[in-house]
């Protein structure tokens, strides 16, 4: 290695305890990184200064940033990005993809069963109690034939990559999964700063996912429509992900609207235009589940649109994601995916779960009472990274508040074993250098009538604060570009 080679890495300090996606144990580059690594090495440290404040005002002047939000107030950020992309080669890829439809398919499969038959419940794998007491499971939805047939049209499946050099699904999201834009603008941005890196590296497109998804979406069109309208439905500017609405809506050449821009006639939707009305056979919606209807849910909802429902019900209009979806990705019917995945598909799951203690169990309550500093205690329903308490880095009085917040309401947590997360090397603003940071995987599936589609790269995401195995954006992570390569 050259002496500028040197220089960009020369601080980084390798943990052996921790798996590094990029190192053997040895301390050797792997093969597929090495090109990568001798690349980068040709940058100056003030070479990489100065590309990634140019990557950042590209992403500012795109309008590419989210909504934290806090106590107090909320906050508009830009999302962060680290120029050092991460590589998955064919055969890890090839385990990911067929993980991810799995578990898509499983899923749907079982939505289908808990709204109408309830099989898997009278056979007694997963206990009822468990699905009516769940925040997302709607009454509303029993009966119902969603168009096509589909629930989770979009699922977004967190994956971990362990000590073990194993894949893990942290949790699955099927209610309004977000961050597929942050892929496609990774990639934008990576090329841009560094175009002459892609030269070297056959790495798959991710920017074919608009189109993927809006001919997966017609698929699941209402009965009788032959070429149906479109839109993306939105809560509005203020929305933590409106960037990603607006984006989506943009590249799938749809129209991005707001509850106020549809009308219910006769149960049917329309789209209000200077030409009059259209009539509206598709919504990709991102307005959760109790402000889609105010009729039907909550009534004080301004985001959403009166008669919404009633026009699902009669089957006149597609909702993707269906409503309810999210009684699937609650937290403690993941514990139940191995068995989810047996019952519906005669499989065994392609991707392993973290191991999870139901604290609702009361011999595992009584396990994770005891042993909160050894565990990541997680809320059922809650996104984003929100309300998760990592044992080893609380205070005894911390635990102590956990413990009594689990103990008051057992059914709302979950706990699980410390993973170690695998790390990547990643630019650190503060200290001008690379460092180990802890990453995880979403990846994207969308399921049609008769077929589906996983996005060959997904959003890799990086906790920036050192040792911060929560790798959310509302937490203060960011993300990377994910090349999957092609064989």
């Not at 999870?356 to 009584?366: A, K």
Request: aromatic share 10%; with cysteine.
């Amino acid at each position: 290695m050259g002496t500028v080679e040197n220089q960009i890495f020369s601080s980084y300090e390798r943990n052996p305890d921790l798996y590094d996606e990029i190192y053997k144990k040895q301390g050797e580059i792997k093969k597929v990184y090495k090109k990568l690594f001798e690349l980068y090495g040709e940058h100056s440290i003030e070479d990489y200064v100065n590309l990634n404040t140019k990557a950042k005002s590209s992403f500012f002047n795109q309008g590419i940033t989210f909504q934290v939000y806090g106590k107090k107030e909320t906050q508009e950020k830009i999302f962060p990005f680290d120029l050092f992309p991460r590589i998955i080669d064919p055969d890890e890829w090839e385990i990911i993809e067929k993980g991810a439809i799995q578990r898509s398919k499983a899923l749907n499969l079982f939505l289908w069963d808990i709204y109408h038959d309830k099989n898997i419940i009278k056979e007694g794998i997963v206990p009822l109690d468990l699905i009516i007491s769940s925040d997302n499971y709607l009454d509303q939805m029993v009966g119902i034939d969603p168009p096509g047939g589909i629930y989770n049209h979009i699922s977004g499946t967190d994956i971990i990559k362990h000590n073990d050099g194993n894949y893990y699904v942290l949790e699955d999201n099927i209610r309004c999964p977000s961050g597929v834009s942050y892929v496609i603008s990774n990639r934008t941005a990576l090329k841009r700063a560094l175009f002459g890196v892609f030269n070297h590296y056959q790495t798959y497109s991710v920017t074919n996912y608009a189109e993927n998804l809006l001919d997966l979406l017609e698929t699941a069109k209402p009965k009788g429509i032959d070429i149906p309208v479109t839109v993306v439905l939105t809560p509005g500017m203020y929305n933590s992900a409106f960037y990603e609405h607006s984006y989506l809506a943009k590249t799938m050449g749809v129209e991005l609207v707001e509850g106020r821009d549809l009308i219910v006639e006769n149960d049917f939707v329309y789209m209000k235009t200077i030409k009059g009305l259209i009539k509206v056979d598709i919504i990709y919606r991102r307005v959760d589940d109790a402000f889609i209807d105010p009729l039907e849910f909550r009534p004080d909802s301004a985001l959403g649109v009166p008669g919404l429902f009633a026009a699902y019900k009669k089957g006149n209009v597609t909702l993707a994601n269906a409503p309810g979806t999210g009684v699937a990705d609650d937290k403690a019917v993941y514990t139940y995916m191995p068995q989810i995945i047996k019952y519906y598909l005669n499989e065994e799951p392609i991707l392993n779960n973290v191991h999870t203690y139901h604290c609702s169990r009361p011999d595992e309550l009584e396990f994770v009472l005891e042993h909160i500093d050894e565990l990541v205690i997680k809320p059922v329903d809650e996104a984003g990274g929100y309300g998760i308490s990592i044992g080893n880095r609380l205070t005894a009085e911390e635990i102590e508040t956990v413990r009594k917040q689990v103990s008051e309401s057992p059914r709302k947590y979950v706990a699980q074993p410390i993973m170690s997360l695998s790390v990547h090397p990643t630019y650190i603003e503060e200290s001008q250098s690379f460092e180990q940071r802890h990453v995880d995987l979403r990846t994207f599936t969308i399921l049609g009538k008769d077929n589906e589609f996983v996005l060959k790269g997904g959003l890799t995401r990086v906790a920036l604060k050192k040792g911060n195995l929560i790798v959310n954006s509302s937490q203060g992570g960011g993300s990377k570009d994910t090349w999957v390569l092609k064989n």
